[in-house]
């Protein structure tokens, strides 16, 4: 381990201020992986991250005048002793290979050196998984695989490589023998990449969430009409046509006693607003929902781009996660099914929309039976609900669109002073991990592996 700095006065159990000799001031940088090791407590190291790299001299201190400004060239001739101090985060201790707490406060005088990953790598062995390396030390972060079910977000503005982080996640998930479902909203990020793939066209959706989707798309208020919609789409037979329908629909609504304007106000919107072709290609919706979740094939992709109605998107996205609940329910048993949804703005927003329930349940008490999902979006406030995003477990965030989004993930997650500075020049593949899976449980920095 090279020697990076000494430990000076006015440690505390969750910070330690260092200073950096001057050799080593090259690997003095924010979130450098370190090791202190007490003067007076030899055996263990306390692993921590450099944060609040600072750049000091003794006498040009900022706000207090110094010489130096009226002779500019003495600086030349000077004798300046600049240097550098940062601080420390204790993370965790490492005694006789064993990870452990921080409880013990570092005297001054102490060494700080940097973190060889070895250190790391041998005290965690068990059931993990890989996505990425830290960005100096290239320790390769294991991930505590048994904390998938408390489900995972990614957050980062566009290009900083969700999409690749989320392949490598399900990769590494379908190899620990997890069923992985993915929802590829624009059939780019996911379907040219996977041998299983399922045209969302070829997807039956179930008659309470068929209408759903016709309610939205003829713009029909869900209080006053849901249930006709309901019963005619339960009930209906034979080939879909629209005129069937709503011919169907129609004796249904008579059958219920609603009133003249109401049965012509429902046939006029459904005229008027949903097309032909809506009815047509509910005819070659032929796989059920569970037909999907029994494909032995792991991970199994639904390719969305070939529905373009984003209703119609969501009705399948609710219709494979109902089905998998209804399958949980049925055999009493623990599932292991992975969901993943990309651009997830537009299927678990704030305001409601038709996957948003599914998603909601899955992420409130999927892990009781196994049910886990993993969400990925630019944005957290606004793209993602309040209920939805607090029951994320595990958070991998990069540079963000909004400054806020950085205090709403620290208001559920211990963010450990990360910079956001740090935060908004980040690069891309580069991503802290939060949360749950990481077993340092304060963030990290990595950087993605390759992915395809
Ligand atoms: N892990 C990675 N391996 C290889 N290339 C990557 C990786 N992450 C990002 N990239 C590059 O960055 C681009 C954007 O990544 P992507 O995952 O699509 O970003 P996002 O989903 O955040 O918009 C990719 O097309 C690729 O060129
Ligand atoms: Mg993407």
Redesign the pocket.
């Known amino acids: 381990m090279a020697e990076l700095g000494i430990v000076v006065s006015g440690a505390t159990i969750g910070s330690i201020p260092v200073q950096i000799y001057r050799s080593a001031e090259r690997h003095a940088v924010e979130e450098q992986l370190v090791g202190v090791v007490d003067r007076e407590n030899p055996g263990e190291v306390v692993v921590g991250f450099l944060r609040r790299i600072t750049k000091l001299e003794p006498v040009m201190r900022d706000r207090v005048r110094t010489p130096y400004v009226d002779r500019p060239e003495m600086v030349d001739y000077g004798i300046l002793l600049p240097y550098t101090s940062a601080i420390v985060k204790p993370y965790v201790a490492i005694r006789e290979g064993r990870i452990g707490e921080v409880t013990n406060v570092v005297t001054p005088g102490s060494k700080v050196y940097l973190l060889d990953a070895s250190a790391l790598e041998n005290a965690f062995r068990g059931d993990y998984i890989y996505v990425?390396v830290h960005k100096y030390s290239g320790w390769a972060l294991p991930l505590d695989v048994r904390y998938v079910t408390h489900h995972v977000g990614?957050f980062?503005?566009?290009?900083?490589?969700?999409?690749?982080?989320?392949?490598?996640l399900i990769n590494e998930l379908a190899a620990k023998g997890f069923r992985v479902v993915v929802f590829d909203h624009t059939g780019v990020?996911y379907a040219p990449y996977y041998n299983t793939v399922v045209k969302s066209t070829e997807v039956k959706i179930p008659p309470n969430i068929l209408a759903s989707v016709i309610a939205k798309v003829a713009q029909l208020q869900w209080q006053t009409h849901g249930e006709y919609l309901e019963i005619a789409t339960m009930t209906y037979e034979g080939r879909w046509t629209k005129e069937g329908f709503i011919a169907h629909l129609r004796r249904v609504m008579k059958r219920l006693n609603a009133r003249d304007s109401t049965i012509e106000k429902v046939e006029l919107y459904l005229k008027q607003l949903v097309n032909s072709s809506f009815f047509e290609e509910l005819n070659s919706r032929i796989k059920s929902p569970e037909d999907i979740l029994s494909i032995e094939a792991t991970p199994v992709v639904i390719d969305l781009s070939f529905d373009t109605d984003l209703s119609v998107k969501q009705a399948i996205v609710a219709s494979v996660i109902e089905a998998a609940w209804a399958q949980v329910k049925r055999e009493k048993t623990q599932a292991k099914i992975v969901f993943v949804v990309?651009e997830a703005q537009n299927y678990a927003p704030q305001t409601w929309t038709i996957s948003k329930d599914a998603i909601e349940t899955t992420v409130r008490e999927g892990r009781k039976w196994g049910l886990s999902m993993i969400l990925?979006s630019?944005r957290i406030v606004g793209d993602i609900d309040p209920s939805i995003r607090a029951n994320l477990g595990t958070i991998f965030f990069?540079r963000l669109t909004a400054p806020t989004d950085i205090r709403e993930i620290s208001t559920y997650l211990d963010l450990a002073d990360i910079n956001e500075s740090v935060l908004a020049q980040l690069q891309?593949?580069e991503f802290f991990v939060a949360g749950l899976m990481n077993p340092l449980r304060r963030p990290i920095l990595i950087?993605?592996?390759?992915?395809?």
Request: charged share 30%.
């Open positions: 990425g990614v980062g503005a566009t290009g900083m490589g969700k999409s690749r982080l989320v392949k490598a990020d990309d990925a630019q990069s891309p593949r950087k993605t592996k390759e992915v395809p």
